[in-house]
């Protein structure tokens, strides 16, 4: 079993939110209200998986990523953190060059699978978007390992789009059903370290959701968690529609960032808008479920959740 690096930090804050409040509904709304200071690092990402042996296998030999840790939770405090009655969480911690995956595996009790029929402009897509020195070897190995399209292939983004010109992309699924996406940018897009050619994959740029509106989500990831905006543009187009495997895709595409850790991409389909809502009564154990924890000293520690239903996890900042 891995060294239970970061465990004492999460006891602290589920200890912290049972004691502040029984019911998880009233802490989301509670952490909402005195949300007042901006949040100050995008810690790592969070997926539901059936199964983190299996999991692990397919990050770690397929992708590259590095396990760093492996812990158990349960009890009271667990319990309203999740909103799970009589759970038991095994977490399992994957890194990728300097961000981190988490696997959540609720080994009691079993939640719903990923919806089959899920399309890439439903509201309960989410994703994280790995990124790659070289597109064509990625692809290559993702093939070799037989991994489900979710995409029809590699898409490069046409030069009249000036914010996304020439980044080549494309969505596969995980032995869950989870959208990923692999990314690859061009010289003088993105960060500096996504240059690097020494390995295949370096690390993840982003986690993207889709939302129903804009405008209401940047009142919550800007306005309230205080993450910034570093990016904007508006994606339509034969490579849009192939990446994305929905006709007619046009999206409005707002990324926002905190001062450290991956950021936070909102995708609103301006067309089609059909795509269907976040279940009202997901919980933290459906396969769907992914949540972004995320570092702040003034927001008290507890999940909250996004108007269209997606999940974030407020940490207290590990002592300096």
Do not use: C
């Not at 397929?62 to 009655?85: C, K, N, P, Q």
């Not at 991409?265 to 933290?284: F, I, K, Q, S, V």
């Amino acid at each position: 079993m891995f060294r239970p690096v970061r465990l004492r930090r999460v006891l602290v804050a589920l200890l912290a939110l049972a004691a502040a409040t029984p019911l998880f509904a009233a802490a989301k709304t509670e952490a909402l209200a005195s949300a007042a200071a901006p949040v100050q690092h995008v810690e790592s990402v969070a997926v539901t998986v059936r199964d983190a042996d299996r999991s692990l296998a397919f990050y770690r030999d397929v992708l590259g990523f590095e396990a760093v840790s492996d812990t158990e939770l349960s009890g009271d405090a667990a319990e309203h953190l999740y909103g799970v009655f009589g759970l038991r969480l095994r977490i399992v911690t994957l890194k990728l060059g300097a961000e981190r995956l988490q696997l959540e595996q609720f080994l009691a009790p079993r939640g719903r699978s990923f919806p089959e029929d899920s399309n890439a402009n439903d509201r309960w897509f989410q994703h994280v978007a790995i990124i790659v020195s070289d597109m064509d070897q990625a692809f290559a190995r993702l093939r070799a390992h037989q991994v489900e399209f979710a995409s029809s292939g590699p898409q490069v983004l046409p030069a009249w789009n000036k914010a996304a010109g020439g980044i080549a992309a494309f969505y596969f699924r995980d032995p869950d059903g989870h959208f990923l996406e692999i990314l690859h940018f061009p010289p003088g897009k993105g960060d500096a370290r996504w240059q690097d050619a020494g390995r295949l994959f370096l690390g993840i740029d982003h986690t993207a959701i889709v939302v129903a509106d804009t405008a209401a989500s940047l009142a919550y990831y800007r306005d309230r968690l205080g993450l910034r905006v570093v990016g904007t543009s508006e994606n339509y187009g034969t490579e849009q529609e192939h990446l994305n495997n929905v006709f007619g895709a046009r999206l409005r595409i707002t990324t926002l960032r905190a001062a450290a850790g991956p950021g936070v991409e909102l995708l609103e389909y301006l067309a089609p808008r059909n795509g269907r809502p976040m279940p009202r009564d997901t919980r933290a154990n459906d396969l769907w479920h992914w949540h972004v924890t995320m570092e702040s000293a003034a927001l008290p520690p507890g999940l909250l959740t996004d108007p269209d239903g997606h999940a974030d996890l407020i940490e207290a900042p590990p002592p300096r």
